[in-house]
C-alpha cells in the first residue's frame, strides 16, 4: 500500500504507536452497540481498532485522498465517512438522539479550539468526547482557578463538561513527530449544569472580555458589564484578576449583567415628551 504523504495544511500528524492506540481505545472503553464517531481518522491508526469494539464507525474525513484509501480498505457495512470539514459538519445529522454520541478524534492543533467550540454548540447529542490534542491546550482544558492554565477556554468548556486529563502522548508516537508533547483528555457532557447561566450569550461575552485583560483587576475588565458597586454587591472582590475566579463566580456575574441588561430600557423604549 502506498503511503499518503502527511499534508500541512490539513495538519496531519498520523499516530503510529500501536501500543498507545491500543491504550486509548481502552481509555475510551468503548461498546459494540455505541454511536462513536471519530474526527480526522487519517490512514485509520485508530478506525481500525475501534471498529474491533463497535459493530459500526462513523468518521469525518476532509482530505479526499484519505477517504478514498479508507474506503478501500473498510467495508460500508462497518465504517461511514462523511467527507466533510469538522468545523462545519452538522453532528446530528449521524444522530440526533440526546446525550448518545461518543466522539473521538486526534485533531489537528491548527483547528482544535474552533472545532471543541462547535461540538460544545451540539453538545445535547453528545455523551463523551475523547480527543488528543498539544499537551498545552489539554492543561488548559483541565485547569482550575489560581493557576496560569485557568483562561477563557477553560471556563467555556468547564461550564458544559467534566475534563479529565488521561494521559501523555510523545512526539515520537506520530509520523511526522510534531515539536511538541500531545496528551489525551476526556469531555463528559455535564448531566446538569452545576452553574447555569440565565443568558448564556452575555456569559460568553463576559468571560471572553474580562480575560483579553487577564492581569487586570476584574472592575477594569468588566466595566461594560457591571460597575465596581454591583460586583461587591455579589460578595466578590472587584479587585482579583479573573485567574482567581472560579467557574461559580462568572456565572455570578453573568447572570447578574444580564439582570441589569434585562431592567434598563432599551434606547427605543424610552419616555416621550
Not at 169 to 193: M, N, W
Not at 222 to 232: A, G, H, N, Q
Request: glycine share 6%; proline share 8%.
Amino acid at each position: 500500500m502506498a503511503r499518503h504523504q502527511a499534508r500541512k495544511r490539513f495538519g496531519q500528524h498520523f499516530l503510529v504507536d500501536t501500543q498507545l492506540i491500543h491504550r486509548l481505545v481502552r481509555s475510551i472503553a468503548p461498546a459494540p452497540d455505541d454511536l462513536m464517531v471519530e474526527i480526522g481518522p487519517g490512514q485509520g491508526a485508530l478506525t481500525r481498532p475501534l471498529l474491533d469494539a463497535v459493530e459500526h464507525l462513523h468518521a469525518v474525513e476532509l482530505d479526499r485522498d484519505l477517504i478514498t484509501l479508507l474506503e478501500r480498505q473498510i467495508s460500508p457495512q462497518r465504517l461511514t465517512v462523511h467527507a466533510a470539514d469538522a468545523l462545519r459538519f452538522d453532528f446530528s445529522t449521524i444522530s440526533d438522539a440526546p446525550g448518545t454520541m461518543r466522539v473521538v478524534g486526534n485533531l489537528p492543533y491548527n483547528i482544535s479550539t474552533p472545532l471543541m467550540f462547535h461540538l460544545i454548540s451540539q453538545i445535547g447529542i453528545i455523551r463523551d468526547m475523547h480527543f488528543m490534542l498539544q499537551k498545552e491546550m489539554v492543561d488548559r482544558l483541565v485547569a482550575r482557578p489560581g493557576c496560569s492554565d485557568w483562561g477563557r477556554l477553560s471556563v467555556m468548556i468547564q461550564y458544559h463538561c467534566e475534563t479529565d486529563f488521561l494521559f501523555t502522548v510523545p512526539p515520537e508516537a506520530f509520523s511526522p513527530p510534531p515539536r511538541v508533547d500531545s496528551a489525551i483528555v476526556r469531555l463528559t457532557p455535564h448531566a446538569t449544569l452545576p452553574h447555569p447561566v440565565t443568558d448564556y450569550t452575555v456569559f460568553a461575552g463576559l468571560v471572553n472580555q474580562v480575560f483579553t485583560q487577564r492581569r487586570k483587576a476584574i472592575r477594569n475588565g468588566l466595566k461594560s458589564y457591571l460597575s465596581r458597586e454591583e460586583i461587591e454587591a455579589l460578595d466578590i472582590d472587584p479587585g482579583l484578576r479573573p485567574d482567581q475566579l472560579g467557574l461559580a463566580e462568572f456565572a455570578t456575574l453573568a447572570n447578574a449583567a444580564a439582570a441589569r441588561d434585562t431592567a434598563e430600557p432599551s434606547p427605543s423604549q424610552g419616555t416621550s415628551t
